[in-house]
């Protein structure tokens, strides 16, 4: 890997001191933002193009691993991302325009746009006079006299009264205060950087254990926290009841040690477990598992877990310095 600048050694340090494992961009009212660096951003003064530029050198030395995440809309005369989009009239260009949704009530078989059928804040069918519900509502899907279908939309400008099938797109940048159109918009391609797990143990300096509980029971999920939460400050400790959201941790964020109820609402170990390795993540796993269920513990050995315990009292007491032994092996 090449020599990284002052700069760029400075902002991997915090994102892996925040056990980060991917950084993701996302664009907001006020500009691009990435997720769990926020504050960095804010502390430093860095803005989105600085931080752009600086991802895009770390993942050319080898660093970070880029991958495509979205395109955000850029000003053509600044080049800032703070842009304001509103729909307009594409005949007066008034901002002041309503989505007319086309209604069909079966009943009697009348068609007509929303202004036809509001009636305060009910829909009524003009032609039969049925109160179809709220006119915010959806339709009652029952096939019932009072169940209507929305078979198309359009448009109308209150201050011309065109009505159209699309509006058109008019965006004001903040920053400039240059207003243009699509055809003039320039698009940038934003990627999402993933912290490979070698740069991560390379760089991380804390000596907090970073662990991950995955566990529907609450009872057991709370034992397991009271007891690293007893066994000092070494240990900063995350539960999540479902596996799904437990992969999703562990594709966001770095943690030492990965403690796994075996059978989860939504999947079962093994399939967490599978699903970890895919990742190519090496985090250990510890799996708990029932006192009568001997043959689970073979199999998440079998899938590369680090370690199994019988779910106890005395177990879980003992947790916290399983947990030491294997994340300092």
Same mark, same amino acid.
């Given at each position: 890997?090449?020599?990284?600048?002052?700069?760029?050694?400075?902002?991997?340090?915090?994102?892996?001191?925040?056990?980060?494992?991917?950084?993701? @961009?996302? &664009?907001?009212?006020?500009?691009?933002?990435?997720?769990?660096?926020?504050?960095?951003?804010?502390?430093?003064?860095?803005?989105?193009?600085?931080?752009?530029?600086?991802?895009?050198?770390?993942?050319?030395?080898?660093?970070?691993? @880029?991958?495509?995440?979205?395109?955000?809309?850029?000003? @053509?005369?600044?080049?800032?991302?703070?842009?304001?989009?509103?729909?307009?009239?594409?005949?007066?260009?008034?901002?002041?325009?309503?989505?007319?949704?086309?209604?069909?009530?079966?009943?009697?078989?009348?068609? =007509?746009?929303?202004?036809?059928?509001?009636? =305060?804040?009910?829909?009524?069918?003009?032609?039969?006079?049925?109160?179809?519900?709220?006119?915010?509502?959806?339709?009652?899907?029952?096939?019932?006299?009072?169940?209507?279908?929305?078979?198309?939309?359009?448009?109308?400008?209150?201050?011309?009264?065109?009505?159209?099938?699309?509006?058109?797109?008019?965006?004001?940048?903040?920053?400039?205060?240059?207003?243009?159109?699509?055809?003039?918009?320039?698009?940038?391609?934003?990627?999402?950087?993933?912290? @490979?797990?070698?740069?991560?143990?390379?760089?991380?300096?804390?000596? &907090?254990?970073?662990?991950?509980?995955?566990?529907?029971?609450?009872?057991?999920?709370?034992?397991?926290?009271?007891?690293?939460?007893?066994?000092?400050?070494?240990?900063?400790?995350?539960?999540?009841?479902?596996?799904?959201?437990?992969?999703?941790?562990?594709?966001?964020?770095?943690?030492?040690?990965?403690?796994?109820?075996?059978?989860?609402?939504?999947?079962?170990?093994?399939?967490?477990?599978?699903?970890?390795?895919?990742?190519?993540?090496?985090?250990?796993?510890?799996?708990?598992?029932?006192?009568?269920?001997?043959?689970?513990?073979?199999?998440?050995?079998?899938?590369?877990?680090?370690?199994?315990?019988?779910?106890? &009292?005395?177990?879980?007491?003992?947790?916290?310095?399983?947990?030491?032994?294997?994340?300092?092996?």
């Amino acid at each position: 890997m090449s020599t990284l600048t002052q700069e760029e050694e400075l902002l991997l340090k915090i994102i892996v001191d925040k056990s980060l494992r991917e950084i993701k @961009p996302s &664009v907001e009212v006020d500009g691009v933002r990435y997720e769990g660096l926020e504050s960095v951003i804010e502390k430093e003064g860095y803005d989105w193009q600085e931080m752009h530029q600086i991802f895009q050198s770390l993942a050319q030395k080898g660093y970070l691993k @880029p991958r495509e995440h979205i395109r955000a809309l850029i000003c @053509p005369q600044c080049g800032s991302p703070h842009v304001y989009s509103k729909y307009i009239c594409p005949r007066c260009q008034s901002i002041e325009i309503n989505r007319m949704r086309l209604i069909e009530h079966p009943f009697c078989g009348y068609t =007509g746009f929303t202004d036809k059928f509001t009636s =305060g804040s009910r829909l009524v069918c003009p032609n039969c006079k049925t109160d179809l519900g709220p006119a915010l509502g959806r339709p009652r899907g029952d096939g019932s006299k009072q169940d209507y279908k929305i078979i198309g939309s359009s448009f109308e400008c209150e201050d011309c009264g065109h009505r159209f099938d699309r509006p058109n797109n008019r965006h004001t940048c903040q920053e400039c205060g240059l207003t243009f159109d699509y055809k003039s918009a320039r698009y940038e391609k934003l990627y999402s950087y993933e912290i @490979p797990e070698e740069v991560i143990k390379r760089l991380r300096v804390t000596d &907090v254990i970073q662990v991950l509980v995955v566990e529907d029971n609450p009872d057991d999920a709370e034992i397991v926290k009271i007891n690293f939460r007893e066994a000092g400050e070494g240990f900063n400790v995350v539960h999540v009841s479902q596996g799904g959201v437990g992969l999703e941790r562990v594709r966001e964020s770095f943690f030492d040690i990965i403690l796994l109820d075996y059978n989860l609402p939504d999947m079962k170990g093994v399939d967490f477990l599978e699903e970890v390795k895919r990742m190519g993540v090496d985090t250990p796993v510890i799996v708990f598992t029932g006192s009568d269920d001997r043959e689970t513990a073979v199999a998440a050995m079998k899938q590369g877990a680090a370690d199994y315990i019988v779910k106890s &009292v005395e177990q879980y007491e003992r947790l916290p310095a399983t947990v030491r032994r294997i994340v300092k092996k």
